[in-house]
C-alpha cells in the first residue's frame, strides 16, 4: 500500500518553483523519484530533496498545473509539513507576482506586497 499523497495547487510555473525552492535554500531535481515510506519511490516533474529520508515531488497535469505527491507522513516526522508547504507556496506566490510584474514592462514599478493572515 502507498504512503504517497496527491494535493492540487495552484502552481503552474516550474522554473519559479524551482527558484522559489532555491530561495528558501532547498535542493531539486528534475524527472526524479520521490523518495517515501520503506524504500517507496514515485516519479514526478520536480523534486524537493529534504534533509531525511523523504521528499515533496510535483508533476504536470493536462492543464498545466501541477500536484504535489508526497509521503506527507514521512515528511511530517522531520518537518512542520504545513509550515514547510506554505512557505513554499507563499514564495513561489511573491515570485509568480514579480516575474508578471517584469513581463509587463514595470521594471521600475513599486511593488508593495501584504501578507494578510
Same mark, same amino acid.
Given at each position: 500500500?502507498?504512503?504517497? @499523497? ?7 510555473? %516550474?522554473?519559479?518553483?524551482?527558484? @522559489?525552492?532555491?530561495? #528558501? ?6 524527472? %526524479? ?6 524504500g ?6 520536480l ?6 529520508e523523504?521528499d #515533496? ?6 492543464? $498545466? @498545473? ?13 518537518h512542520n /509539513? ?11 506566490? *511573491?515570485?509568480?507576482?514579480? @516575474?508578471? *510584474?517584469? /513581463?509587463? $514592462?514595470? /521594471?521600475?514599478?513599486? *511593488?508593495?506586497?501584504?501578507? /494578510?493572515?
Open positions: 500500500m502507498s504512503h504517497f @499523497s496527491t494535493l492540487r495547487t495552484k502552481i503552474t510555473d %516550474a522554473e519559479i518553483l524551482k527558484a @522559489s525552492l532555491r530561495d #528558501l535554500g532547498i535542493n531539486t531535481k528534475t524527472e %526524479a523519484d520521490v523518495r517515501g515510506y520503506n517507496q519511490r514515485v516519479r514526478a516533474d523534486v524537493a530533496v529534504l534533509e531525511g523523504y #515533496l515531488g510535483w508533476s504536470r497535469n493536462s492543464d $498545466g @498545473s501541477f500536484d504535489l505527491i508526497a509521503d506527507l507522513w514521512g515528511v511530517a516526522k522531520k /509539513q504545513t509550515e514547510l508547504i506554505n512557505s513554499i507556496n507563499q514564495k513561489y506566490a *511573491v515570485n509568480k507576482t514579480l @516575474s508578471e *510584474v517584469k /513581463q509587463r $514592462g514595470l /521594471q521600475n514599478a513599486n *511593488v508593495k506586497l501584504v501578507v /494578510q493572515k
